[in-house]
């Protein structure tokens, strides 16, 4: 019954449905994981709001990455695989899980991701000193407000300095996200948005615009959505979501590793101060010729030569 509302609706009913499948996911599985846990722990279900009152705990902190674990999980990870069968695809195809690049480009990715650490701070910058205009100062403040607690849990979250707790904020921090978001933002909503609007390059975009507004960060929205941009074309390119997968995660595990080693002393430089100072314009200078340069060769590594490839099979 449910496939054949999926198969017989319009792209546009898909992604309506498709979001509804989410809020239900994310629903089950955090009411799961909660039971799962909730033997192991001490406090109730209704006290587990009260933890953000005191993040200095060590405890609350560990909750608060199970439940971001749970989160990711339930609305990110599961959907797509859900979805994928009631448009009647197999998940490999529909999400495009077949590896199918070249290792080199995968060289070219890592390259391009750490390449681009300066320009996205000086981006992220710019934004965050972008204000609205007077009569919206009031949602202008909300926003500053929610971005403020959004980095205050993440600063929490990142503040370690032993092993287990890097590889914990690897999984939590890197991998989860990197892979739910990919799944869902590039694997299907890209997908469902470009056969809704028949267009390739508005299709992606909506997609990198959509990944940016969830992250409700509106004051790192411009460069969360330019990388959004760029993993979409990774996808398009390569023709597999795990290119995007792994430029998504190097991005996140370096700023893990940065903040780890910041913690314990090995590196003094703060990473988000890297190309936002201003005596490193040229830092981001030599971020843009890199990642221009970069971003060729992947596109003419991957997309050029598969559609040359394609053609002398024919």
Not at 51 to 66: A, P, Q
Not at 161 to 169: E, L, R, T
Request: glycine share 4%; hydrophobic share 55%; charged share 10%.
């Amino acid at each position: 019954m449910i496939r054949s509302v999926f198969q017989n609706s319009s792209p546009l009913f898909t992604i309506i449905l498709s979001g509804l499948i989410m809020v239900v996911s994310f629903i089950l599985v955090f009411i799961f994981g909660l039971l799962v846990i909730m033997p192991f722990i001490d406090i109730s279900i209704a006290e587990i709001p009260n933890i953000y009152n005191d993040l200095t705990n060590t405890f609350n902190v560990n909750l608060l990455k199970y439940i971001q674990g749970l989160n990711t999980i339930g609305l990110f990870i599961i959907p797509p695989f859900i979805i994928s069968y009631f448009v009647g695809e197999k998940a490999i195809n529909f999400l495009n899980l077949k590896f199918s690049s070249n290792y080199m480009t995968i060289v070219f990715v890592i390259i391009a991701m750490i390449s681009a650490l300066p320009l996205i701070n000086y981006l992220a910058e710019i934004n965050s000193n972008l204000k609205l205009p007077e009569f919206l100062s009031g949602l202008e403040n909300k926003m500053r407000n929610a971005e403020e607690n959004a980095q205050r849990v993440t600063e929490i979250f990142i503040k370690v300095n032993s092993v287990s707790g890097y590889f914990a904020n690897l999984v939590v921090i890197a991998l989860l996200p990197s892979l739910g978001e990919e799944l869902i933002f590039r694997g299907m909503f890209q997908k469902l948005f470009i056969k809704w609007t028949k267009s390739q390059h508005l299709g992606i975009l909506l997609a990198a615009i959509l990944f940016s507004a969830f992250h409700f960060q509106f004051f790192s929205f411009l460069p969360r959505m330019l990388m959004g941009l760029f993993f979409g074309y990774l996808l398009v390119w390569c023709k597999s979501i795990w290119i995007p997968i792994i430029a998504h995660f190097i991005n996140n595990a370096t700023a893990v590793t940065f903040y780890y080693l910041y913690n314990i002393n090995v590196i003094n430089t703060d990473i988000e101060n890297i190309g936002a100072e201003k005596d490193m314009f040229a830092a981001v200078i030599l971020s843009i010729v890199l990642i221009t340069i970069l971003i060729y060769v992947i596109y003419k590594y991957e997309f050029i030569n598969k559609d040359k490839n394609l053609v002398n099979c024919r």
